[in-house]
Nanobody, 125 residues
Framework: QVHLVESGGGLVQAGASLRLSCTASGGTFSSYRMGWFRQAPGKEREFLAAITWTGGSTGYPDSVTGRFTISSDNAKNTVYLQMNSLKPEDTAIYSC??????????????????WGQGTQVTVSS
C-alpha cells in the first residue's frame, strides 16, 4: 500500500506561481508512474501531468502545456508540480496519484491505484 502526502496548495492571485509536492511512502515496489489531477466542483477529474520514476518521461494535456511542469526527486520519493501563470479557472483540488507499470493511457484515472488526500488551490482575479 502506497501512502501519498501532498502539500503546497493555497490562495494566490492570478498570474502567480505555486509548486505542489507529493511524497510517496510505503509499498512503492510496484510504483512506476506518478500523475497529477485536479477536480473543480461540478466537473470531472482532469489529468494534468504524469512522470515515470525511471527515465523521467513526462506528458501533459494541451490545457496546461507551457504553464505546468512535473518533476521528481527519486532520492526523496517526491514529485512536484510547478504551476506558473495561474488563472482563476485553475481553482480546484489538486491530487497526486501512483500507478504500476501497465498498458494504457496516462490520462486515465483508472491507471492509478493510489491517491493523495488532495490540496486546495484557489486563484483569485
Amino acid at each position: 500500500q502506497v501512502h501519498l502526502v501532498e502539500s503546497g496548495g493555497g490562495l494566490v492571485q492570478a498570474g502567480a506561481s505555486l509548486r505542489l509536492s507529493c511524497t510517496a511512502s510505503g509499498g512503492t515496489f510496484s510504483s512506476y508512474r506518478m500523475g497529477w489531477f485536479r477536480q473543480a466542483p461540478g466537473k470531472e477529474r482532469e489529468f494534468l501531468a504524469a512522470i515515470t520514476w525511471t527515465g523521467g518521461s513526462t506528458g501533459y494535456p494541451d490545457s496546461v502545456t507551457g504553464r505546468f511542469t512535473i518533476s521528481s526527486d527519486n532520492a526523496k520519493n517526491t514529485v512536484y508540480l510547478q504551476m506558473n501563470s495561474l488563472k482563476p479557472e485553475d481553482t480546484a483540488i489538486y491530487s497526486c496519484a501512483d500507478g504500476p507499470p501497465r498498458y494504457g493511457l496516462w490520462t486515465r484515472p483508472a491507471m492509478y491505484d493510489y491517491w493523495g488526500q488532495g490540496t486546495q488551490v484557489t486563484v483569485s482575479s
